[in-house]
């Protein structure tokens, strides 16, 4: 099986990323990825990636009153009558409701990524549960993983989760991987901070932005190792748990 990585959202190919049975796999630790995982661990209803605030306000008329959460931020700051996308505190909010999500990287980069044979959401809240659903697919798959990045930027975060999967992969798989130079970067990274994980996420540039806004909390949420061991998937453009793999873990 061979595995890739593309190390920010604006190496996306849509077009490509329609070919040859490619699975992707879209990770945006800080904190796309991370929030939608722990929105499906909480119960919500379902949760919709969208390109930008503007169609998150267009969706979210088609839904009642109490029935949606509308969530987001552009360029990390907050957007005016959106709850901040941050897991905790949606975790409050969100069971049994769908949450239309907006975010500069993340969400961008899942909507890239929707012509992929099969779309993974991960983070190292689930990469394990997500590297034991690769290994379900065809040897002749190709795994693309796919770092979100911040703004046309290599976001340290998401490399080293990405490396977190790719060494769930590594260690759970019994037949060897061919791993692209890329994918080998962020395996050894991670192998090389595996129990280091809130110190990697905090000194990254947008860790350091939430240290100066006083995020902690959400630094150390984020950082949680398999903490929701859920598969989460992007099917018909909605997040939603994957009930075969549920099914198993519970």
């Known amino acids: 099986m061979k595995v890739h990585l593309l190390l920010k959202k604006e190496e996306i190919h849509s077009e490509k ?12 630790v800080l904190l796309a990825t991370t929030t939608i995982v722990s929105a499906l661990y909480q119960r919500a209803k ?3 990636p969208v390109k930008d605030h503007k169609e ?9 009153k109490g029935d949606y959460l509308l969530a987001g931020e552009l ?3 907050p957007i005016d009558g959106f709850l901040y ?6 975790s409050r909010q969100v069971q049994g409701k769908t949450l239309i999500l907006s975010t500069t990287n993340g969400t961008v980069a899942l909507r890239k990524t929707a012509g992929a044979q099969k779309v993974y959401i991960s983070s190292l809240l689930n ?3 997500t590297a034991k659903a690769l290994l379900h697919h065809n040897s002749s798959s190709t795994i ?13 975060e998401d490399v080293y989760g990405a490396g977190h999967l790719i060494t769930a992969l590594v260690e759970l798989g019994g037949e ?7 994918a080998q970067t962020a395996y050894y990274l991670y192998k090389g901070n595996r129990q280091n994980a809130y110190q990697v996420l905090q000194s990254s540039y947008v860790g350091n932005l939430f240290a100066r806004y006083g995020l902690f909390d959400d630094l150390d949420f984020a950082s949680a190792v398999d903490a929701a061991p859920v598969v989460a998937v992007l099917k018909d453009g909605k997040a939603t748990i994957e009930q075969a793999h549920a099914q198993q873990q519970s």
């Open 17 to 28: 990323m329609a070919e040859n049975n490619k699975i992707a796999v879209v990770l945006d």
């Open 46 to 48: 379902d949760v919709i």
């Open 56 to 64: 998150a306000r267009e969706l979210s008329k088609m839904f009642q």
């Open 75 to 77: 360029h990390a700051k």
């Open 85 to 90: 996308p941050s897991p905790l505190l949606l």
């Open 127 to 129: 990469n394990t549960a």
């Open 144 to 156: 693309v993983i796919i770092c979100s990045g911040n703004s046309g930027e290599v976001s340290l």
């Open 176 to 182: 060897p991987l061919q791993l692209s130079d890329a």
